[in-house]
């Protein structure tokens, strides 16, 4: 018991060095893995949709999904995962780490670099490098007609119209007959350019609040 006490200790410790997360961060949510898995030691996205408080969100699909992401994990792997452990469970939940006062501006910088990456790969399905048209219209639908305000149709027609007017900021010069082939991970930086989303980019419906998780251990 107490070496298997150890190792956990010491597997905590690693997660906490490699994510910035405080030892007591990494047990909380080592608790919340434990109750979402039914005490086993990985999950599965069947454990993810029974969380209620996803019930109603318009990307539930993407966020889950997002979890089961091999490029979310940092370990230079694509795919996805039909299981995860918790290491794979932390390194996700890294991307929802706000920034603290103590951190450079390269260190934002980077941070928020990865968040931006983190939501591109969420819309970039199929990991081709660019958010086509129709993994584009996909979030839109999602997000407009479910909330019952909108029909499927009207969404689809706003989502093309919102593809047209990136097209025409990111190849101001694009012909007639010339194709866009969708957004690349560079017009998406552009895209989204002086949006504050470090701090704003957290997450609850795991029952933990990562908004007062903040990067490095606490001095």
Same mark, same amino acid.
């Given at each position: @018991?107490? =070496?298997?006490?150890? +190792?956990?200790?010491?597997?905590?410790?690693?997660?906490?060095?490699?994510?910035?997360?405080?030892?007591?961060? %990494?047990?909380?949510?080592?608790?919340?893995? +434990?109750?979402?898995?039914?005490?086993?030691?990985?999950?599965?996205?069947?454990?993810?949709?029974?969380? /209620?408080?996803?019930?109603? #969100?318009? %990307?539930?699909?993407?966020?889950?999904?997002?979890?089961?992401?091999?490029? #979310?994990?940092?370990?230079?792997?694509?795919?996805?995962?039909?299981?995860?452990?918790? /290491? /794979?469970?932390?390194?996700? @939940?890294? *991307?929802?780490?706000?920034?603290?006062?103590? @951190?450079?501006?390269?260190?934002?910088?980077?941070?928020?670099?990865?968040?931006?990456?983190?939501?591109? #790969?969420?819309?970039?399905?199929?990991?081709?490098?660019?958010?086509?048209?129709?993994?584009?219209?996909?979030?839109?639908?999602?997000?407009?007609?479910?909330?019952?305000? %909108?029909?499927?149709? =009207?969404?689809? =027609?706003?989502?093309?119209?919102?593809?047209?007017?990136? =097209?025409?900021? #990111?190849?101001? *010069?694009?012909?007639? *007959?010339?194709?866009?082939?969708? %957004?690349?991970?560079?017009?998406?930086?552009?895209?989204?350019?002086?949006?504050?989303?470090?701090?704003? @980019?957290?997450?609850?419906?795991?029952?933990?609040?990562?908004?007062?998780? *903040?990067?490095?251990?606490?001095?």
């Amino acid at each position: @018991m107490g =070496a298997s006490q150890t +190792r956990t200790e010491d597997v905590f410790q690693e997660l906490s060095d490699k994510t910035g997360f405080s030892l007591e961060q %990494i047990r909380i949510l080592h608790k919340r893995f +434990r109750q979402l898995s039914g005490d086993e030691d990985t999950i599965s996205k069947e454990n993810l949709e029974k969380i /209620q408080a996803l019930d109603k #969100n318009p %990307i539930r699909n993407q966020i889950i999904e997002a979890f089961f992401d091999k490029r #979310n994990q940092n370990d230079g792997e694509v795919g996805s995962s039909r299981e995860i452990g918790f /290491q /794979q469970f932390v390194k996700v @939940m890294c *991307h929802f780490k706000p920034p603290t006062l103590k @951190m450079t501006t390269e260190d934002k910088e980077a941070m928020r670099r990865e968040k931006l990456r983190f939501l591109f #790969n969420m819309h970039d399905t199929d990991n081709d490098g660019t958010i086509t048209l129709d993994e584009y219209r996909k979030v839109v639908e999602e997000l407009l007609s479910k909330s019952g305000a %909108i029909g499927l149709e =009207a969404a689809k =027609a706003i989502a093309d119209a919102a593809m047209l007017e990136v =097209a025409s900021i #990111n190849v101001p *010069h694009m012909e007639p *007959h010339e194709f866009y082939e969708g %957004i690349t991970f560079e017009h998406f930086e552009q895209i989204l350019k002086g949006l504050e989303m470090e701090s704003r @980019m957290n997450i609850r419906f795991l029952d933990v609040d990562t908004s007062t998780m *903040h990067c490095g251990k606490s001095q």
